[in-house]
């Protein structure tokens, strides 16, 4: 199975600020990986799938970079709107596997 | 617009079973994989195994085997996920969750949650 390591735990930051979330995968998964941003009491929300790609719907200040096993998520220019929690995933081999999340809170 | 829409909330005993299900809509249904996702009170997402709408194949988490089985009803657009032999650290919101795209891939759209609560 594929372990997957989110870094930092939290992040606090200010409205404004960039966030820059980082996963680790313990072997590689080429760019088969997403991010999910949750929020409490909701579902998680798709953010960026195949490392970079947006999902439809997601605004510009949100990216994704990284392939083998190093990937970032990064947040342009944070809104209100965005503190949550932010996972990882991993799609390309059975098990599917998230990262433990990083919560972005409001400093 | 794609939706997937789950049952209510539940409350069951140690050794009981719990039968969820996710309504799906919006999409060809028999196209898409679905998968279960679960989440423990204040912890993280774990995948607990997906499903083909086209054919029936499955895909189940290796600690669940034996546990848990998905099943769907194409004429009402219906996936169903069963887990039987609840024990307490069954206690969690269970997702559906649509393959975004074909083969391997993200999950895109989400069902509202369903609460299963292990309870004596």
């Known amino acids: 199975e594929i372990v997957l390591t989110q870094s930092p735990g939290t992040l606090s930051l200010s409205p404004g600020e960039r966030a820059t979330l980082s996963c680790r995968a313990s072997?590689?998964?080429?760019?088969?990986l997403a991010w999910y941003q949750q929020k409490p009491g909701q579902a998680p929300r798709l953010l960026i799938y195949?490392?970079?790609t947006r999902a439809t719907g997601i605004p510009d200040r949100f990216s994704g970079g990284g392939s083998g096993t190093d990937f970032t998520l990064t947040i342009n220019r944070l809104e209100p709107e965005d503190f949550a929690v932010f996972y990882c995933?991993?799609?390309?081999?059975?098990?599917?596997?998230f990262g433990g999340g990083t919560k972005v809170e409001i400093k | 617009q794609i939706h997937l829409v789950q049952s209510g909330n539940e409350v069951k005993k140690p050794g009981a079973s719990v039968k969820v299900s996710c309504k799906a809509s919006?999409?060809?249904?028999?196209?898409?994989?679905i998968n279960w996702v679960r989440q423990a009170p204040g912890e993280g997402l774990e995948w607990m195994g997906w499903?083909?709408?086209?054919?029936?194949?499955?895909n189940y988490a290796q600690n669940l085997q034996g546990r848990v089985t998905m099943t769907t009803d194409t004429s009402t657009s219906t996936v169903f996920m069963e887990l039987k032999s609840l024990r307490f650290d069954d206690t969690a919101v269970y997702y559906c969750?649509?393959?975004?795209?074909?083969?391997?891939?993200?999950?895109?759209?989400w069902g509202q949650g369903t609460l299963v609560t292990v309870s004596s």
């Open positions: 919006g999409y060809t249904f028999n196209i898409y994989g």
């Open positions: 499903i083909s709408p086209y054919n029936d194949n499955t």
């Open positions: 995933q991993h799609y390309g081999t059975s098990p599917l596997t």
């Open positions: 072997q590689s998964v080429s760019s088969n």
């Open positions: 195949y490392a970079s």
């Open positions: 969750a649509r393959d975004y795209y074909g083969g391997n891939s993200a999950l895109g759209y």
